[in-house]
């Protein structure tokens, strides 16, 4: 049974920081894509960062850049999200997700074949 279990979420001030962990069991972990998308009160899922399976290759949203880093321990079949320099407009609950379809990662939800649950994150001012 496929699984993504994201942990790590909470409440931070703005300026503060987190690390979001993300284990994934029940599928080739080493071959997926990964990547973290958000979605906040109101408003559509978008994109934060991905990662590619093998290669390190990542990218992220002009909205986190430089704050924003990405990491995958494929030994451990976890991904991570550290978040740095948190503002308010970060928060959002955070979902891990997995695709077999883009290895190098993707920037699309539709891309990608499984989902967590979420985490809520919440940066006060």
């Known amino acids: 049974q496929v699984q993504l279990l994201e942990s790590g979420g909470g409440l931070v001030q703005a300026g503060g920081s987190l690390r979001l962990s993300c284990a994934a069991s029940?599928?080739?972990?080493?071959?997926?894509?990964m990547a973290w998308f958000r979605q906040a009160p109101g408003k559509e899922r978008e994109f934060v960062a991905t990662?590619?399976?093998?290669?390190?290759?990542?990218y992220f949203a002009d909205s986190v850049k430089g704050r924003f880093t990405i990491s995958r321990d494929n030994a451990k079949n976890t991904v991570n999200l550290q978040m740095n320099s948190l503002k308010p407009e970060d928060t959002a609950i955070y979902f891990c997700?997995?695709?077999?379809?883009?290895?190098?990662?993707?920037?699309?939800?539709?891309?990608?074949?499984?989902w967590g649950q979420g985490t809520q994150v919440t940066v006060s001012s």
């Open positions: 029940g599928f080739t972990f080493s071959t997926y894509g």
């Open positions: 990662i590619g399976a093998i290669t390190t290759f990542t």
């Open positions: 997700a997995a695709t077999s379809q883009t290895p190098l990662g993707s920037m699309r939800p539709r891309d990608y074949n499984y």
